[in-house]
């Protein structure tokens, strides 16, 4: 005690110059030691509680963590680790093997702005996962803080690598990170990004190139891809520029997207369409908060060429797809999948393995009507409102000119209002109703037939060439099934047809009522046409099958009457026609006609056990004349009647 009192005294009494000079030195020496000692590493603990307070989530600095003190001070840190959200299996998010960053010292310490030029890591991991509820783990909990954010101007990534899980789509991608070369020394470097894994069970492929991550971060300057992604038989090609790509609020990119078959999008986007040959489209793909839309697009489908807009909704229950498609030149066949028939693989028709399998089934089908089922899942996981016109079809065997379609669908509940086709210069308009809410979907058809020319019908047959007639008719059938085959076998309804005033080659009109002396005559001179008075069908139908009401064909030369059904569940015919030539001809069979056989194989053939036969109810015919519901349908010019009705004698 006394020691210390008489240093302390000693010291008092020392000159002030004197005094201050050992002051200085202590402070130096002071200053010296807490140099030699000094550890950065002291200030791991704080910095690892303020991050792992501001992301709610365990920060760790597991290396050296060193400064390299001046106006740009250099941060280095080693075995960085960032915890994840708490319901992941995986309990590391982030993590780095080294990471080295450059801070502004004057704007922190006099403008409180953190301003960082570059940032340059080394091995990072990133791991993106989604949990059960679909919540990201990039999302943080609110941490409350309302000062500006640090800006950022470079960073450099050495093998870095990205993992995105999403357990519930079956979807688990890596990505290999690298930073390229800058275009110049104060731009940001871009990123080579390059993997694959699976998506939504498909084989995924990614690669291309992007932005500095860095970029990201800015909401206000667009932010620049090239990127090329496969997902199994399904290819894309974003390119273009993407504005706040962490929120996809808002992007404006060209799109191209192709692949072997549109039932393909289905699991990888949740878009139910039926299956389709090859396709490939490009267009304009943006985003409008929960609104995607795919603008000004075209592209081809099978044979057939397409184009227009179309936008998905997802902020509904049900995805909701709206489209606007037009197609200059529709291969009808194309359209198959979308009635459960497979388009036609040969001839160099377009195609892919599955449907070739298909089709090749099909073709050794008995059955012609499509029995392949309706998914009910995709029909109710899904909304629809799609108009589809096609100013000109393509179909050798079908006299189809256009088509105006308009599709929607709602909870199961799919409508066609209308389904209308151009055919042999008239048209058929239709209104479908399909409702799949139930375990059997429930369908009702009404379908219009007006002016179709006789000679357009057949445009391929000579004996047809110079028909003359227009043909008009209702359908209205209600049937329960999940395939086309099976709402056709069961379907309830009527089915009429007729014709008024025509013409048509005599010689089909002798070769029909078995005339073999004018049929020959005509064939060693020359064919000539008859006039036509009228011709009409009227069936009931009845749990699929089609029965006569009344079935006549009345010409100036021939008069055919006839009865019989039309098994649509079975597929097979059952008519017998009795032509009555109206000359005279003495090798004329006058033999009752037998159309048999199924729809894949018809037969028509005289009943020979009949031959001869005049008298009874089939040739005793004094009138004939078309139901009254179809005199509405009939065409026959202004001011002129059917022609049907008069008498004949036997």
Not at 168 to 196: E, F, M, Q, W
Not at 234 to 260: I, K, N
Not at 462 to 473: K, S, Y
Request: with cysteine.
């Amino acid at each position: 005690m006394d020691s210390t009192r008489s240093r302390t005294t000693r010291f008092l009494r020392t000159p002030p110059s004197r005094r201050a000079l050992l002051l200085l030195a202590l402070a130096a020496a002071a200053l010296i030691t807490l140099w030699i000692l000094f550890d950065w590493n002291w200030f791991k603990g704080p910095l690892e509680r303020q991050v792992s307070a501001q992301t709610q989530r365990q920060f760790r600095i597991g290396g050296n963590l060193d400064v390299d003190l001046g106006r740009l001070t250099t941060v280095r840190a080693g075995q960085l680790r960032l915890g994840n959200a708490a319901w992941s299996k995986e309990p590391v998010m982030a993590a780095a093997e080294h990471a080295e960053l450059d801070i502004e010292i004057w704007p922190l310490i006099f403008r409180r702005s953190v301003r960082i030029p570059e940032i340059r890591l080394v091995k990072p991991v990133l791991r993106l996962e989604t949990g059960s509820e679909g919540k990201g783990n990039w999302i943080f909990g609110d941490d409350g803080n309302d000062g500006a954010p640090p800006i950022f101007r470079k960073i450099w990534i050495e093998q870095g690598a990205l993992r995105f899980l999403d357990d519930k789509r079956d979807t688990d991608i890596r990505i290999d990170v690298n930073s390229l070369p800058p275009r110049s020394s104060d731009s940001a470097p871009a990123v080579a990004l390059k993997g694959g894994g699976r998506w939504a069970s498909n084989r995924f492929t990614v690669s291309g190139r992007a932005e500095s991550p860095l970029e990201l971060q800015n909401s206000d300057k667009p932010y620049r891809i090239d990127l090329r992604a496969s997902a199994g038989a399904t290819h894309a090609h974003a390119r273009g520029e993407l504005v706040d790509p962490f929120q996809l609020r808002d992007f404006d990119l060209r799109m191209a997207l192709s692949g072997q078959n549109m039932e393909d999008l289905y699991p990888l986007f949740g878009l139910a369409i039926p299956a389709t040959p090859p396709y490939r489209f490009d267009g304009r793909f943006r985003r409008d908060g929960q609104t995607w839309r795919y603008d000004r697009f075209s592209g081809t489908v099978g044979d057939s060429d397409l184009g227009g807009s179309a936008i998905i909704d997802t902020g509904g229950e049900r995805l909701l797809l709206k489209a606007d498609l037009v197609s200059k030149r529709l291969d009808f066949d194309d359209l198959g999948g979308f009635v459960g028939a497979p388009p036609q693989s040969g001839g160099g028709e377009s195609s892919n393995d599955q449907l070739r399998a298909q089709a090749a089934r099909a073709a050794a089908d008995t059955r012609v009507l499509p029995n392949t089922p309706y998914d009910l899942t995709k029909l109710r996981s899904m909304d629809a409102d799609v108009r589809l016109r096609a100013q000109r079809i393509l179909a050798p065997s079908l006299p189809l000119d256009d088509m105006d379609a308009h599709l929607k669908l709602e909870a199961g509940l799919l409508r066609l209002e209308p389904l209308n086709f151009g055919v042999a210069g008239g048209d058929i308009r239709s209104n479908i109703r399909m409702d799949a809410r139930k375990q059997a979907i429930q369908t009702r058809a009404q379908v219009a037939l007006r002016g179709l020319e006789l000679g357009k019908l057949f445009p391929d047959a000579q004996l047809t060439r110079d028909a003359v007639g227009r043909i008009g008719g209702d359908v209205a059938i209600t049937g329960t099934g999940n395939s086309v085959a099976a709402i056709l076998g069961s379907a309830d309804g009527d089915i009429a047809l007729g014709m008024g005033r025509g013409q048509i080659s005599n010689l089909l009109m002798e070769l029909a009522g078995l005339d073999i002396a004018e049929a020959l005559k005509f064939l060693l001179t020359k064919d000539r046409v008859i006039p036509i008075r009228c011709a009409f069908g009227d069936f009931a139908v009845s749990d699929g099958l089609m029965r006569t009401r009344s079935l006549a064909f009345d010409s100036t030369d021939t008069i055919i009457v006839g009865e019989g059904s039309i098994n649509l569940k079975g597929e097979s015919l059952d008519l017998l026609l009795r032509p009555r030539p109206k000359d005279r001809s003495i090798l004329s069979l006058r033999s009752p006609l037998v159309v048999s056989g199924t729809f894949k194989d018809p037969s028509f053939r005289p009943d020979f056990k009949r031959l001869g036969l005049r008298g009874a109810a089939a040739l005793a015919l004094t009138t004939i004349a078309p139901p009254a519901a179809l005199l509405a349908t009939i065409e026959t010019g202004p001011g002129e009647d059917s022609g049907c009705g008069g008498s004949y004698a036997k």
